[in-house]
């Protein structure tokens, strides 16, 4: 018969705090929900680890079923909950004074969340590209036995590749002679086309010059014509200003475009989650980032790091998905979304003719 404590190996778990300014002769009360605190954000990232492998696993194929879409919908979710809730979780850090964590700072050296392997695999397994990363030599700061275990653990598939992969395959885009990236960039073409005119009327009627506005205009579609155009996107993709493959980029596009429609709800969802998984990635960084500038203000982190300034870059710069964030951009009023062809809006909603 199992037993609570034996099933939960509470023995290990709860004699598993070892204060160092206790080991010093000099005990600090604070440095016990220090260590908890920290134990619990690496508990929390084995289990986004598990639920992250878990959606790669069920989107990198080369056919994902409607059911396992809306499972993978459900794991990303809880994912966020948990990201949260993580996020969160620095408020408990923060009811520590920047007085009380020097009374045991000292006997860190030269330990560091820095060194947390789980959150450099997380990272990686997301989709984090080294080269924008602000401090590419971070593995340095990791154990010989530590970086072999990051490499193992990160050399498949990524969740940006297996989402990517995805979207490639996504079919209903094309249908006679009707080709939804043609048509819907008919439509954006209109659209600044109206707003063109609204601005050379609203400015005769006000007698200024509309020059500046028209110019806005025009920079705004030469956006949106990069996405529809094959050298263009190429050109984005060359200077690192757009990741994704065109076809997935333009599959994200039409899944937000054509969101109502029932097999693309799901998807939709999906899409989302993901974007919300980036921000509250972000929005951990950021309060990891307020936690250290009130702890110890300018210093330099116990790992050897900048501190404040070092994670503040963080937050900004080693975003994931940027080319799904930036789908908004390209997005028209419902209005003048191109209407889909019978048999393209039909077999979005039977799942049996999708899938025939």
């Known amino acids: 018969m199992i037993y609570y404590s034996d099933y939960l190996e509470l023995d290990k778990v709860l004699s598993a705090q070892h ?16 260590i908890i605190t920290h ?43 948990i990201m949260e809730h993580l996020a969160e979780q620095f408020t408990l850090i923060e009811t520590m004074t920047p007085g009380d964590f020097m009374e045991f700072r000292a006997f860190l050296n030269p ?18 590209r080294e080269e924008r990363r602000v401090l590419r030599a971070y593995t340095d700061a990791l154990a010989e036995q530590h970086r072999a275990e990051l490499d193992a653990a990160t050399a498949g598939t990524t969740l940006f590749d297996a989402i990517e992969r995805w979207l490639g395959a996504m079919p209903f885009m094309e249908s006679g002679d009707f080709t939804f990236w043609q048509a819907y960039r008919s439509a954006v073409a209109a659209m600044f086309e109206h707003d063109r005119d609204e601005v050379r009327t609203l400015a005769a009627a006000e007698g200024h010059d509309p020059s500046e506005a028209l110019a806005q205009i025009d920079a705004n ?17 060359s200077r690192g200003l757009r990741r994704m493959s065109r076809n997935a980029s333009l599959a994200a596009l039409f899944i937000s475009a054509y969101r109502h429609e029932p097999l693309l709800q799901a998807p939709y969802q999906v899409l989302d989650a993901i974007i919300e ?28 790091s900048s501190g404040h300034d070092y994670l503040m870059q963080t ?42």
């Open 111 to 128: 330990a560091s969340g820095f060194q947390s392997v789980q959150w450099r695999v997380l990272e990686r397994t997301l989709g984090l």
């Open 221 to 237: 579609e030469a956006g949106f014509d990069a996405i529809f155009s094959e050298p263009q996107y190429t050109d984005l993709q």
């Open 39 to 81: 134990q619990t954000f690496e508990l929390w990232f084995k289990q986004v680890l598990f639920e992250m492998r878990s959606v790669i696993a069920l989107f990198h194929r080369d056919y994902v079923p409607e059911a396992d879409v809306f499972l993978a919908l459900s794991r990303l979710r809880r994912t966020n909950r």
């Open 315 to 356: 937050t900004v710069r080693q975003r994931i998905f940027d080319d799904l964030t930036s789908l908004s951009s390209f997005l028209v009023p419902s209005a003048v979304v191109p209407a889909l062809p019978a048999d393209i809006a039909r077999r979005l909603q039977f799942v049996n003719e999708a899938r025939g």
């Open 19 to 34: 204060p160092e300014s206790d080991k010093a002769g000099q005990p600090a009360h604070d440095e016990m929900l220090f």
């Open 277 to 304: 998984l980036d921000r509250l990635v972000s929005l951990w960084r950021y309060r990891h980032t307020m936690m250290v500038s009130r702890m110890i203000g300018m210093r330099v982190g116990t790992g050897g």
